[in-house]
């Protein structure tokens, strides 16, 4: 029954509270009651383990899914998804969308005055191999601005969902930029108080990612709650 | 090399160009349709506005109250591949339409008897992280000594229990608020 275990609960500071009243739009969306404790059901310790066919070999490269190239800075995003304990997170489905290198996504509420590139869906999908690694060709997305604060721009970033072994595992994040100017007044990024977990969000640039001649590399390694070292008590 | 998790950031505002893909409003592939179950819903804010970009994902037992494990390929006790995944997203007034198997009761880590119930993850900009609650089915015996909603204050448990259509299809209602006197119980996973 080891792998019933269940998973440990994140260190204190090193995820978001739901209220982070700089990010406006938690005011109105973050839970006012406290957090009911959740006994670890097999409803937390398992999940949907989806069959490696459902993602096609292309929808990793976000930069071959039209007609033509996209414009922009061509780069490659890789890296290893393992647990709290090291351990490789293997065969497991990531999800990820951006906008274009002008900062413009593909979607009808996005009125930020930048052109769509009609080359690029700023969509991907991969899973993890054997030893828990994924890598993505794509384009490095633009900065926008938004309406949370006066002058507000996201710092570059591209979203990230993970699904991990279990429902307790779920995952959504966002990779940002290493020396992205924006990233210190940005209340998303920010909202994380623990600076060595904020700063696990932003990539490594990375020789060995990179394609000579081709793309700039960059290392983004994720990391999902490992499980209890001792079973569950009855 | 130990680590601490990731830490959660918001799916932001345009998250449906990246979850579409996988949207899965109906669970039921290869069911009868007897044991089959709408639910309905609407996500509300603090303001009772309806919230128009939030996404549910589901994750639940098949009829027999067990979980489409890793191990456990092939034929499902109930003759058919079960999966119990879904994503729904909500349209414009906030409202979600889901069909699925209505799972069984099953059996916990620690030998007792779960609720029927569907685990829920809900996302949306302005949620830093997901946000974790469950819909329970009106009725069920098993919801009166279900370990977890023991653990909710009786004058709360009611948010996560669905109620019978009274107009419409025959199904499930439930709603999902977020904040205010009926603000839906959320766990901490």
Redesign the interface.
């Known amino acids: 029954?080891d792998r019933?275990a269940g998973y440990r609960?994140?260190?204190p500071g090193?995820?978001?509270?739901?209220l982070?009243p700089p990010?406006v739009?938690?005011?109105?969306?973050?839970?006012?009651?406290p957090?009911?404790?959740?006994?670890?059901?097999?409803?937390?310790?398992?999940?949907?383990?989806?069959p490696k066919n459902?993602v096609d070999a292309k929808a990793c490269d976000l930069t071959r899914q039209s007609n033509g190239p996209p414009l922009g800075e061509r780069i490659v995003v890789g890296g290893q998804v393992?647990d709290?304990?090291?351990r490789p997170v293997r065969d497991s489905l990531i999800?990820?969308?951006q906008a274009n290198a002008a900062g413009r996504?593909?979607?009808a509420?996005?009125q930020h005055d930048a052109p769509l590139d009609p080359n690029f869906?700023?969509?991907g999908?991969a899973f993890t191999n054997a030893s828990g690694q994924y890598r993505f060709v794509t384009i490095r997305p633009g900065a926008y601005p938004w309406k949370n604060h006066p002058n507000a721009w996201r710092p570059q970033h591209i979203?990230f969902?993970l699904f991990g072994p279990a429902?307790?595992t779920?995952?959504?994040?966002?990779m940002y930029f290493p020396g992205d100017p924006l990233l210190a007044s940005d209340p998303?990024?920010n909202?994380?108080a623990d600076e060595?977990?904020?700063n696990?969000?932003v990539a490594n640039f990375d020789w060995a990612t990179t394609i000579p001649e081709l793309a700039l590399g960059f290392r983004f390694?994720?990391?999902?709650?490992?499980p209890n070292a001792t079973p569950?008590e009855? | 090399?130990?680590?601490?998790?990731?830490?959660?950031?918001?799916?932001?505002?345009?998250?449906?160009?990246?979850?579409a893909?996988?949207e899965r409003a109906d669970l039921t592939t290869g069911a009868s349709a007897d044991k089959c179950v709408t639910i309905c819903g609407r996500v509300m804010?603090?303001?009772a506005q309806p919230?128009p970009?939030a996404l549910l994902?589901i994750?639940?037992?098949d009829g027999t109250g067990r979980?489409?494990?890793?191990e456990e390929t092939g034929a499902r006790p109930e003759g058919h591949s079960f999966?119990?995944?879904g994503r729904v997203a909500v349209n414009e007034a906030g409202e979600f339409r889901l069909r699925t198997l209505r799972p069984g009761a099953?059996i916990?880590?620690?030998?007792a008897v779960?609720a029927p119930?569907l685990?829920i993850?809900i996302?949306?900009?302005?949620?830093?992280?997901?946000?974790?609650t469950?819909m329970y089915f009106p009725g069920d015996p098993a919801n009166d000594t279900d370990?977890?909603l023991s653990?909710?204050p009786a004058r709360?448990r009611h948010t996560l229990v669905a109620r019978l259509a009274e107009t419409g299809e025959p199904g499930l209602v439930w709603d999902v608020h977020?904040?205010g006197d009926q603000?839906t119980?959320?766990?901490?996973?």
Not at chain 1, 25 to 33: E, V, Y
Not at chain 1, 35 to 42: D, G, K
Not at chain 2, 185 to 189: E, G, K, T, Y
């Open positions: 029954m019933f609960k994140p260190a090193t995820q978001p509270e739901y982070h990010y739009s938690s005011l109105k969306r973050a839970p006012t009651q957090l009911v404790a959740l006994p670890e059901t097999f409803s937390e310790l398992t999940g949907p383990i989806f459902l393992r709290e304990d090291g999800e990820i969308w996504y593909l979607h509420g996005d869906l700023g969509v999908q979203h969902s429902f307790a779920r995952l959504v994040t966002q998303i990024f909202s994380v060595a977990a904020r696990s969000l390694d994720i990391i999902l709650r490992g569950m009855p | 090399m130990n680590g601490r998790t990731t830490p959660s950031q918001t799916v932001g505002p345009f998250f449906s160009i990246g979850f893909w996988l804010d603090g303001t919230v970009d994902e994750w639940q037992a979980y489409a494990l890793r999966f119990g995944f099953g916990g880590p620690d030998g779960c119930h685990a993850s996302f949306m900009r302005g949620l830093l992280k997901r946000l974790v469950r370990a977890v653990r909710v709360r977020l904040q603000e119980v959320f766990f901490d996973c």
